[in-house]
């Protein structure tokens, strides 16, 4: 299960934590990241983390916003500065891992962050 924490409503150029945990148990977590959606639109990529360390961000999120880990407790962070109203949306964690041998994709439930102009 992933939980997300850390929505709410911002203000345009304010900032905002993400965090998000996963629970259960796992032979190895192979990704952990965060997707956006907003009414009408296809669920859309922010940022992830890979377990080779390797890191994509979106090209809104260049700059802006910075994704970290905490491997050891199963935990990521979207940590999104200068935000702006279209950053508006339902923010969901994302996770590939593995589990009795097969890989498996999990989400969260999402959180609601409201950037107001």
């Known amino acids: 299960e992933l939980v997300e924490s850390g929505g709410g409503l911002v203000q345009s150029g304010g900032s905002l934590r993400l965090s998000c945990v996963a629970s259960?148990?796992?032979?190895?977590?192979?990704?952990m990241g965060w997707y956006r959606q907003t009414p009408g639109s296809q669920r859309e990529l922010v940022a992830d983390?890979?377990?080779?360390?390797?890191?994509n961000y979106s090209d809104f999120a260049k700059g802006r916003f910075t994704i970290s880990e905490d491997r050891a407790k199963n935990t990521v962070y979207l940590w999104m500065n200068s935000l702006q109203p279209e950053d508006t949306a339902v923010y969901y964690c994302?996770?590939?891992?593995?589990?009795?041998?097969?890989?498996?994709?999990?989400w969260g439930r999402g959180t609601q962050i409201t950037v107001s102009s």
């Open positions: 994302y996770s590939n891992a593995r589990r009795n041998g097969r890989n498996y994709n999990y």
């Open positions: 259960g148990t796992f032979d190895a977590v192979n990704v």
């Open positions: 983390s890979a377990s080779d360390d390797k890191i």
